[in-house]
DNA sequence: TTCATACTTGACTAAATTAGTCGGGAATTC
DNA sequence: GAATTCCCGACTAATTTAGTCAAGTATGAA
């Protein structure tokens, strides 16, 4: 149960990007640096978070990127996901009414999985990006 | 964030050795078959468990598992920290007081992750097995 | 114009982790 | 003594992760 890369470098870039840049451009390469993160890795990332509506960017010259919504509405929840970060607790579909294991019936422990997951899912979506800049966390 | 099969495994055995197995014995080969789980690799998985004091262990004919401590008194997440399946939302050393990256500053996101990882904490903290076996789950 | 900067994109890869399997052994009961 | 069941370590195949690399496009400044 662990939070890989992918996920956490696109928060913390995210965070970054709203709590240096104000609202002008911010070139990757210096948000990478300031989070020693992967230059590369970075623009791989924010390729699919552009995609997905989150930051726009500017290309040539003092371009970068800038948040597309208002830190204020961004919610951790929406990042991971967007990201490719799903909350897999449960390991049955959740399309499907079918269990972990051919039977219709759940198993004995899927509500507690659902429990766990609508937990984290819960607490990551009353969080937005300002709420971690501002250090309002709990 | 994903759950992985050695924590979801070594739960669903438990749960089922707790609901199934009343003081007597439970084979292995009964519980993976109940629980459509790898016979091979749940042993593995109990050896664990039993040297950790989770099980006691009957051998030969008519042997099996019985529960070393009360359904009441286990908690989920010792269950998910003995299988070596701990749960990993900050990436920086816990006992040191640096943090992500050569600073000796927590990270900007420092305080998000570890939010997470209190709230999943107490969540399973606040589970027996025998809340699971009887459905008392939220 | 020309150049430097910065985003854009897809393909590729090395390392780590996971999810097991396999084979032989030891204890216990019938 | 035969069947059953736990015991244990070593090994492996597949998947996932965490990146790298290379080539291209757009923009602004000198
Ligand atoms: S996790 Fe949903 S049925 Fe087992
Ligand atoms: S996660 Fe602890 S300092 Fe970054």
Redesign the interface.
């Known amino acids: 149960?662990?939070?890989?890369t992918r996920?956490?470098y696109a928060?913390?870039a995210l965070?970054?990007l709203a709590?240096y840049g104000q609202g002008k451009p911010l070139a990757l390469t210096e948000i990478a640096q300031r989070?020693?993160l992967p230059l590369s890795y970075l623009e791989q990332l924010f390729l699919k978070l552009r995609q997905k509506g989150f930051v726009a960017s500017t290309r040539g010259h003092l371009g970068g990127y800038t948040l597309a919504r208002e830190a204020e509405a961004i919610r951790?929840s929406e990042i991971?996901e967007a990201i490719g970060?799903?909350?897999?607790?449960t390991?049955c579909d959740k399309s499907s009414a079918t269990g972990?294991?051919?039977t219709n019936a759940k198993?004995?422990?899927h509500?507690?999985?659902a429990?766990?997951g609508?937990?984290?899912q819960q607490?990551?979506d009353g969080?937005s990006l300002a709420d971690?800049?501002e250090?309002r966390?709990?």
Request: include cysteine.
């Open positions: 149960m662990k939070l890989g996920g956490r928060v913390m965070v970054d709590y989070q020693s951790i991971l970060e799903p909350l897999e607790t390991r972990c294991l051919r198993c004995l422990t509500a507690l999985w429990g766990l609508a937990q984290m607490y990551l969080i971690v800049c250090r966390i709990i």
